[in-house]
């Protein structure tokens, strides 16, 4: 069992994170190390901070750097809890396993991959068949034209691909999802770092098209309506069809301890699974683990 848990007197700022632990002063402050999904990112921030007034002698520092990154800091032992938006794969349960490590996951929310598109794009309606000829190898799609529309202000309608990185559990889940088992990517594409990013690029290139987080949904893009099949009912990404698992590429968002959490750790989860917990990341825009009524 990996024992990470450290006391600190003065808790600095994180070095290599995005988001900072808010200095504690104080002995005996005990401090949990969770790391990993950039999509997860807004709730486990906020989880942090809230749990600080929830148990005022432990707190909960957050790094992102994606699925992978937190993945392989559980595999090493440097971490109390990753974050993923993916499951472990085989190889690494089992790496994890030859260190001494045995990982156990929760589930503590759900989250839409929504497929964003620049705002002036006339686009309402993609299938998933035509995702995977934009994004896959080989794929007939390459402009804009090829599915029969004008993109204003894109210059010879060539798609601009925005992806992710491939230490992204939302990279891992939009090849199963769209492309498959056995098809990889196009080569070419933009990959970007956080899921932000993604939304971000896409704002600003009118060519564009990029999934990500629903929870990164801004009034500088638009989501796409997402089909199964060319004569089929488009659903759009929300929080309730997620619930209902209508929209097609609804996912869980785990966190991994080492073994059946104890102590600090333990307190903590239990906490995130509490109705005050999944509260916390509905406001955020995630769907939680279950229907709850939450105040305003």
């Known amino acids: ?56 002698k432990a707190g909960v520092a957050v790094t992102a750097g994606g699925s992978g990154t937190g993945i392989a800091a559980l595999i090493n032992g440097t971490v109390d809890i990753a974050n993923a938006s993916r499951l472990m794969r085989g190889k690494e349960v089992e790496m994890a ?23 002036d794009n006339p686009v309402q309606t993609l299938t998933i068949n035509q995702l995977a000829e934009i994004y896959g190898e080989d794929g007939k799609i390459e402009r804009w034209s090829d599915i ?56 600003s290139a009118p060519c564009a098209i990029g ?33 209902d698992k209508s929209y097609p590429f609804a996912r869980p968002l785990y966190m991994y301890t080492d073994g059946e959490p104890q102590g600090e750790i333990k307190k903590y989860i239990d906490w995130v699974l509490s109705d005050e917990g999944q509260c916390i990341i509905k406001s955020k825009g995630y769907a939680p683990i279950h229907p709850l009524t939450c105040g305003g």
């Open 97 to 119: 396993r030859k260190r001494g490590h045995h990982p156990k996951k929760f589930i503590v929310g759900y989250d839409a991959v929504a497929v964003y598109l620049h705002k």
């Open 1 to 56: 069992m990996m024992k990470p848990l450290k006391v600190f007197g003065l808790i600095g700022v994180l070095i290599g994170g995005l988001w900072s632990f808010e200095s504690m002063t104080g002995p005996s402050r005990i401090l949990l190390q969770n790391k990993g999904s950039d999509t997860m990112v807004a709730a486990v921030s906020a989880w942090s901070e809230a749990y600080k007034t929830v148990n005022p």
């Open 148 to 203: 029969g529309v004008e993109v204003p202000g894109c210059k010879n309608q060539e798609i601009v691909r925005v992806s992710r990185q491939n230490s992204s559990g939302t990279y891992a889940f939009f090849r199963r999802t769209v492309l498959g088992l056995k098809r990889d990517y196009k080569l070419g594409s933009k990959d970007m770092q956080a899921s932000r990013d993604t939304v971000a690029l896409v704002s």
């Open 211 to 243: 999934y990500s987080s629903l929870v990164f949904a801004s009034d500088q893009v638009k989501m796409v309506c997402i089909a199964r099949q060319g004569d089929g009912e488009c659903v759009n990404p929300s929080v309730n069809t997620v619930q």
